[in-house]
């Protein structure tokens, strides 16, 4: 990290097929409407495994695309202990995923990690799961997750007088 600011960032669900990759997939968009893309290392994971491989769920990737974002391409996979030294910054999308972060987090890890909502712009929220709900849930998904996407962006770019002026994250 450089002047305490994180270059790079994990979005964290419980399978990676719904609300990370969507998240990951918001928050580049975001950072690349700004021009701030290459100062940024960014990814998704999941608590658990078994999607590991998969493609974002089909509702995902359409409420992506309809917004004019690509996240077909992301595969799932699951957080490892490795993800705790290359991330500054670990958000979970909602407190079970932030309790499994930290059960999961080796001992004197230097990443951060915090709720999603509550980090980008205060609100100690959970991002709902949509998976079990129907495409108004991802529609609702999307407004919250783009909404704490456009909140961090703006913490992280007036951190500092100048815009932001480091590399992308070495240990990525």
């Given amino acids: 990290m450089s002047n305490g600011l994180p270059r790079s960032i994990l979005f964290v669900c419980l399978g990676n097929i719904c609300r990370s990759p969507l998240a990951e997939g918001v928050f580049r968009a975001v950072l690349a409407e700004r021009g701030l893309e290459a100062y940024f290392a960014i990814d998704s994971a999941g608590t658990g495994g078994w999607h590991a491989g998969s493609a974002p769920d089909p509702r995902s990737i359409a409420v992506a695309a309809h917004h004019g974002i690509d996240i077909a391409g992301q595969q799932a996979r699951k957080v490892t202990i490795a993800d705790f030294e290359r991330f500054d910054l670990i958000l979970g999308m909602d407190r079970s995923n932030v309790d499994d972060l930290h059960r999961l987090a080796p001992q004197g890890s230097p990443a951060r990690i915090e709720l999603f909502l509550g980090h980008a712009s ?19 998904v999307y407004r919250m997750i783009r909404e704490a996407s456009e909140a961090l962006a703006d913490r992280l770019a007036g951190c500092e007088e100048t815009p932001l002026s480091g590399q992308a994250s070495s240990t990525m």
Avoid: C, I, L, N
């Fill in 122 to 140: 205060g609100a100690e929220k959970d991002v709902p799961d949509p998976y079990y709900g129907g495409e108004d849930g991802f529609m609702d």
